[in-house]
């Protein structure tokens, strides 16, 4: 009789080695982002919205939580959206960051905005409409930590004002960080990059 052991299954809520590498690659992919995001890309691009009417700069913001999409997306399981955004939002502390101590902060709130959405929906689902609506989650989340919390950097807005950041927060939410984050599972999945994942599936997956 000969003895065998199971392999773990991809599917399995239990968390593995290979995802906690993964996540930790992917938060330190995702901390570079966060300070070339704050450093180098968002003050151009926003400095025409902040002349406008700034709250529209909050349309810029979905760089900041498409790591906790992305990394719900492939690892696939309770607290990885979490992990990779507050491992990210750390790394970008780490670096130097010209937000201070308050990115660790954003990066746990932002990261629990996706993760209720992922767990609204069991872990099971990943389709474009579920990593659309996490990033509205992880948009919602910052956008209100922005606007209502005593150390959130739009504080002084008018509630109307608030409320349109909110707003812009939760549709750059869905476009960068959700769209993105989608077709980046699934460029990966066809590389075969992810084939100790459950998402190595996701170029075949249903869309919706």
Known sequence: MTKTTAKPATGSRRWRVVDIVVGALLAVAGGVLFWAWSNGIYPPLSAGLLATYPPLAGLLSGGWVLPAVLGGLIIRKPGAALFVET??????????????????????????????????????????????????????????????????????????????????????????????????????????????????????????
Not at 101 to 123: D, H, K, M, R
Not at 157 to 168: H, M, R, V
Not at 179 to 189: C, D, E, P, Q, V
Request: aromatic fraction near 10%; charge should be neutral; glycine fraction near 14%.
């Open 87 to 208: 491992v990210a939002a750390t790394g970008e502390l780490l670096m130097g960051s010209q937000y201070g101590t308050t990115v660790l902060i954003s990066g746990i709130v932002q990261g629990l905005g996706a993760e209720a959405v992922f767990a609204a929906f069991g872990y099971r689902r990943f389709t474009l409409p579920v990593a659309a609506l996490a990033g509205v989650g992880a948009g919602l989340a910052m956008g209100l930590n922005d606007c209502f919390a005593p150390w959130g950097w739009n504080i002084a807005y008018e509630l109307g004002d608030k409320f349109a950041y909110i707003a812009c927060t939760c549709i750059s939410g869905a476009v960068i960080a959700g769209l993105l984050s989608w077709l980046a599972t699934r460029g990966l999945a066809k590389t075969g990059a992810l084939s100790s994942f459950a998402s190595r599936r996701a170029a075949t997956e249903p869309v919706v």
